[in-house]
Nanobody, 123 residues
Framework: VQLVESGGGMVQSGGSLRLSCVVSGRIFSSYAMGWFRQAPGKERDFVAAISRSGSSTYNKDSVKDRFTISRDNAKNTVYLQMNSLKPEDTAVYYC?????????????????WGQGTQVTVSS
């Protein structure tokens, strides 16, 4: 299973970006998916998760009014729409797949990871 993120870049504070993560394989719909981020000098941190069907989502409190996770099972893709970006959102963003379908905030629950995409927000 391979996960490939895209959509990162540099944006000014208050701007928006949409991250995408394409997952190889035929059983994408069996995975819960998550987005995590890692800022320089900090541990990797949960951002958002989505259930297999997309009917249930779960966001980190600090982003829940600004970020939206979604998925398109026909395209094997999970998205993270990020609005009202702040400098503290600067990090490498990773998508991850959970075979058990729990979609938690726990890093060790996820089985497969992408390589990450850099998001930089300037003030």
């Amino acid at each position: 299973v391979q996960l490939v993120e895209s959509g990162g870049g540099m944006v000014q504070s208050g701007g928006s970006l949409r991250l995408s993560c394409v997952v190889s394989g035929r059983i994408f719909s069996s995975y819960a998916m998550g987005w995590f981020r890692q800022a320089p000098g900090k541990e990797r941190d949960f951002v958002a998760a989505i259930s297999r069907s997309g009917s249930s989502t779960y966001n980190k409190d600090s982003v829940k009014d600004r970020f939206t996770i979604s998925r398109d099972n026909a395209k094997n893709t999970v998205y993270l729409q990020m609005n009202s970006l702040k400098p503290e959102d600067t990090a490498v963003y990773y998508c991850a797949a959970d075979r058990r379908g729990a979609g938690t905030r726990i890093i060790s629950d996820y089985d497969y990871w992408g390589q990450g995409t850099q998001v930089t927000v300037s003030s």
